[in-house]
T-cell receptor
């Protein structure tokens, strides 16, 4: 059973479209991280959210942590082919435990 | 980019053969981790280390052992490889425990057990 559920699993859109991917859990996390992974490489951290209700923006990417700290979303505005990749969320609980979702594989077509 | 290298990058082996994967860091980070990544499962922690000779099990530790004799090196050993251990293995490092700060990942090792 996946502790963190990400949806959708796959997403294919045209350049310029907006999209949102979701990360949901029944557990409360002390923090939640979003990573992006390109083929043949390891994941790279995009952002960490810590406070319930927190919103962080990174250029065209907007990250939100749910009020109850059980879910998060990543919104991309005007997607570009360079946004193509696997987006992973990871929730931290206790002092040294963290669980990853299975990821959303995004393809942005030119 | 964080200085993390993994070797080998690709390996094909046969069932029952011992396999050792190496992770090397130049960042002097205290924590090192081994994950495996499989479709539909995301990244799952195998073992981690919080200092030289200090290691602990993760979610999927059965069939794996680790050693850390130096700060910069963390070895993952499959004592007798099985087909279920076919996966992509990632090493990661951090200065503090997971979730407390950024983890930096290596480029991965693709292992195929025939």
């Amino acid at each position: 059973t996946q502790l963190l559920e990400q949806s959708p699993q796959f997403l294919s859109i045209q350049e310029g479209e907006n999209l949102t991917v979701y990360c949901n859990s029944s557990s409360v996390f002390s923090s939640l991280q979003w990573y992006r992974q390109e083929p043949g490489e390891g994941p790279v951290l995009l952002v960490t959210v810590v406070t319930g209700g927190e919103v962080k923006k990174l250029k065209r990417l907007t990250f939100q942590f749910g009020d109850a700290r059980k879910d998060s979303s990543l919104h991309i505005t005007a997607a570009q082919p360079g946004d193509t990749g696997l987006y992973l969320c990871a929730g931290a609980y206790n002092n040294n435990d963290m669980r990853f979702g299975a990821g959303t594989r995004l393809t942005v077509k030119p | 980019d964080a200085g993390i290298t993994q070797s080998p990058r690709h390996k094909v082996t046969e069932t029952g053969t011992p396999v050792t994967l190496r992770c090397h860091q130049t960042e002097n980070h205290r924590y090192m981790y081994w994950y495996r990544q499989d479709p539909g499962h995301g990244l799952r922690l195998i073992h981690y280390s919080y200092g030289v000779k200090d290691t602990d099990k993760g979610e999927v530790s059965d069939g794996y052992s680790v050693s850390r004799s130096k700060t910069e090196d963390f070895l993952l050993t499959l004592e007798s490889a099985t087909s279920s251990q076919t996966s992509v293995y990632f090493c990661a490092i951090s200065g503090r425990g997971r979730g407390q700060e950024t983890q930096y990942f290596g480029p991965g090792t693709r292992l195929l057990v025939l």
